[in-house]
């Protein structure tokens, strides 16, 4: 074969290629498109937000501000003692003590607020709302943002529950057996030594609620909302309270949130480099795809890569366009999220770099 039939071969398949990578981003474009000609309110958020995009969606159709009505929809999920990723109930930090994180941005003025390491205050996002209208600031953190709370009137409670505090000891008892902590003595009859008996190791977990919302109007607003890595470093601070990471809006372009390793999102400017890679003219699905490919070919320590050098960790991106597209997206397959349009709620799958085995 000459040089100039194999450069000529290499051409093509190059051209093929990126034909095909065009073809690829034309359909999830399109399929984003026709997503434009929707019924307005459009809410997205996690998956663990359906309840929240459709309690967002009936205040928007009410009339209620955007950033109202994301804030109402999370504050379900930051009040539910199920949900072990977001507020009352959520798994705590290292010491058992539940740690919060949130922020908010609101997009017709462009102001933002948040809290981070937040104990004992129940709805963190609505701390968010009031550093943002009550304070010349964007970011409080820690005790003074506990004082800031209370002196708004918000109530302390204890926000770890029994459940939660359950597989925080169970996760204490699992974790090393190089330390003094032990897992209950065996039942009679079980034979096997009692570090076998334990339950078996509990992982760090991540989870969180982000929600984005367009009016009819055009106005965007955002609210991401956390207990955070759970059995963190007290004073662990995620993606989610920094805005720009874990959530960002710029009202003449769209809104970005994450979900999971906040610290692989910090490192990347997640929300914000999606909005931009919107600006930029990408469909929402694509945005959230570049920003994930970014993440995975900048992850290059041993520890965090499988035996193919894929990032053993999660990320989600969720993004909505002032046109009124919308997607997510995911570093590994089986990630789902939640939308309100057309005046209807649903869960869809996040289109993925990685297929799970
Ligand atoms: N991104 C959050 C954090 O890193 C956790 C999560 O979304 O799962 O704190």
Known sequence: MSEGVTRRGFLGTAAAAAATANIRANLAAAADGMRSHTVRPIVISSANGLETVTEAARKIRDGGDTLDAVIAGVNIVE?????????????????????????????????????????????????????????????????GALRFAKAHGLREKDLLTDDARRIWMKWKESHSDRDDWLAPQKPPGDTRKRSDAAATKTEFTYGTIHCSALSAAGDLSAVTTTSGLSYKIPGRVGDSPIIGAGMYVDNEIGAAGSTGRGEAVIKHCGAFAVVELMRGGLSPTDACLTLLKRIANHTTDPR??????????????????????????????????????????????????????
């Open 79 to 143: 009040a539910d003692p199920n949900d072990h990723s977001v507020g009352y109930g959520g798994l705590p930090n290292e010491d058992g003590v539940v740690e919060l994180d949130a922020s908010v941005m609101h997009g017709p003025t462009h102001n933002c607020g948040s809290v981070a390491a937040l104990r004992n205050i129940m709805h963190p996002s609505r701390v968010a709302k009031l550093v943002m209208e009550r304070t010349d600031h964007v970011m409080i953190v820690g005790q």
């Open 304 to 357: 965090l890569l499988d035996d193919r050098r894929r990032p053993r960790f999660d990320v989600k991106m969720y993004a909505l366009n002032k046109s009124g597209e919308f997607g997510a997206a995911s570093i590994w397959s089986g990630g789902r999220f939640a939308v309100h349009v057309n005046g209807e709620s649903r869960v869809e799958s996040c289109s993925y770099l990685f297929k799970r085995d």
